[in-house]
């Protein structure tokens, strides 16, 4: 269905299509968009396809909007001139959700892993500090038989840290 033109003048605004639309994001922004002195582009690392039209949004005398497909279908715009992606979005009668392909637009449900949240050696990674302090710790007790205030503060605080860690990481119950 057609709206009235939009406050630009930039040719007619449209609704946003029914939610089962089957026309691909790319072809429907470009529908809504004049293609006169449209530009193709060699699509960047990961786009399919990519061209510069008349930006919507504001009176344009050359194309400034660059329009490309992902691979996955989705669509990405920008334009050159400054425009808000709500305001170009809006004078095409379209909302976000209709930019992206029909197949992406639904998260899918995905149980949590129930495993540790990182790996063992980015776990060492953590904790590499909080050992040695613990080891220079140790060193010192040994040597003298017991620690200064701040060294036994910092003992205390290292192995909260590692005990945290390895509750993180799923190694303890």
């Not at 399919?48 to 279908?73: F, M, W, Y």
Request: net charge neutral.
């Amino acid at each position: 269905m057609t709206k009235a033109p939009t406050e630009t003048g930039q040719g007619p605004r449209h609704e946003a299509p029914h939610q089962h639309s089957t026309v691909p994001p790319f072809d429907l922004l470009l529908s809504r968009c004049d293609t006169t002195k449209a530009r193709k582009q060699s699509p960047a690392r990961g786009m399919t396809r990519s061209i510069t039209v008349r930006c919507l949004a504001h009176p344009d005398k050359s194309p400034s909007l660059s329009v490309s497909e992902k691979q996955n279908g989705d669509v990405v715009f920008h334009c050159h001139a400054g425009c808000s992606k709500e305001s170009i979005l809006e004078a095409a009668g379209l909302e976000v959700i209709d930019l992206i392909h029909p197949d992406n637009r639904y998260a899918q449900r995905i149980k949590p892993h129930a495993g540790p949240k990182f790996s063992a050696w980015q776990a060492l990674q953590a904790m590499a500090t909080d050992v040695i302090v613990v080891a220079l710790c140790a060193a010192e007790i040994r040597r003298n038989g017991w620690l200064k205030d701040d060294d036994l503060d910092s003992l205390i605080e290292a192995e909260s840290r590692i005990q945290d860690t390895i509750q993180a990481g799923g190694l303890l119950r």
